[in-house]
């Protein structure tokens, strides 16, 4: 019999054996996990504290987990994202991912989502329509030059950079233009320390109006997360723009991002940015 309960720190040791199996592909990336450690670190830092956690024990060893949290978006309500959702693959054609799956999307109703967010890679597409997740528009990869992002001003906005953050900022746990979920995955791993970046907030009357997380991820690469609320919307080219262009500092090459393809033009509006759509696939489901 499969149990699903919260997960904790002792769980690692057994999800240790489930990674080797589910993120062989790290290896050639990252070196693989090889460590209970390693493990211990995926379920630390600034952003895990928002997040839910959720194993399937079976005959006392944990089979699986998942991985979840809910924000807020101005526009549809309260979002949940599942995070990632690893399970043995001796148990894969068990039911054990659809019961953690159920199990989370209870929890998220608790929170009072309305609907849940997944990525899902190609090959395991299929699992998520046989949950009754489908896919829902596309995520795309942009890039530019960071001699190319246009110094927009304004005189309305105030610039706030923050510093000597230990958790999650409140005004990063949203998404209304970005990416669900992508906001603060980034910011955490500026707070974490693994990325060298800044956060900023933007605003006008006091008013928040947008925020904004960038980070160098190699000696020619930035990449950044932006958002705006719903009255920072008419300011979003200028924190867009404001948010990549800290870039120039490192003397980077490129900034980049991930967004939804709804808002690519939101981007193009005030440059011209290379895109291509992603391989992942954004997958969603109305609770």
């Known amino acids: 019999m499969v149990t699903i309960r919260n997960g904790m720190m002792k769980d690692c040791t057994d999800l240790l054996e489930v990674y080797q199996g589910t993120r062989w592909f790290y290896r050639t990336k990252q070196g693989g996990y090889t460590t209970v450690e390693q493990v211990k670190d995926e379920h630390r830092g600034a952003a895990f504290e928002r997040w839910g956690w959720l194993v399937a024990e079976e005959k006392g060893k944990v089979v699986g987990e998942i991985v979840i949290r809910a924000e807020k978006n101005p526009v549809s309500g309260k979002v949940g994202i599942i995070r990632n959702l690893d399970i043995d693959v001796r148990n894969q054609k068990s039911k054990i991912g659809t019961n953690l799956t159920r199990a989370a999307e209870n929890v998220l109703r608790k929170k009072r989502a309305v609907r849940v967010v997944a990525t899902t890679p190609p090959a395991a597409y299929n699992y998520w329509m046989k949950v009754n997740y489908f896919a829902r528009g596309s995520i795309m990869n942009i890039s530019l030059s960071t001699a190319k992002v246009p110094v927009i001003k304004s005189t309305k906005i105030k610039i706030?950079?923050?510093?000597?953050?230990e958790k999650l900022p409140k005004s990063m746990r949203f998404s209304n233009i970005a990416y669900p979920g992508s906001l603060a995955e980034l910011t955490a791993r500026v707070i974490n320390g693994e990325l060298r970046g800044n956060l900023i907030e933007y605003y006008s009357d006091g008013r928040l109006m947008g925020v904004g997380a960038i980070a160098k991820s190699n000696s020619?690469?930035?990449?950044?997360?932006?958002?705006?609320?719903?009255?920072?919307?008419?300011?979003?080219?200028?924190?867009?723009?404001?948010?990549?262009?800290?870039?120039?500092?490192?003397k980077v090459r490129k900034v980049k991002s991930t967004i939804p393809k709804d808002y690519l033009g939101v981007y193009t509006a005030f440059a011209r940015w290379s895109s291509e759509v992603s391989t992942d696939i954004p997958v969603t489901r109305l609770l």
């Open 160 to 165: 706030v950079q923050l510093k000597g953050q």
């Open 220 to 250: 020619k690469n930035a990449e950044f997360v932006a958002d705006v609320t719903k009255r920072g919307t008419p300011f979003a080219d200028f924190i867009l723009s404001r948010t990549a262009g800290m870039a120039r500092k490192w």
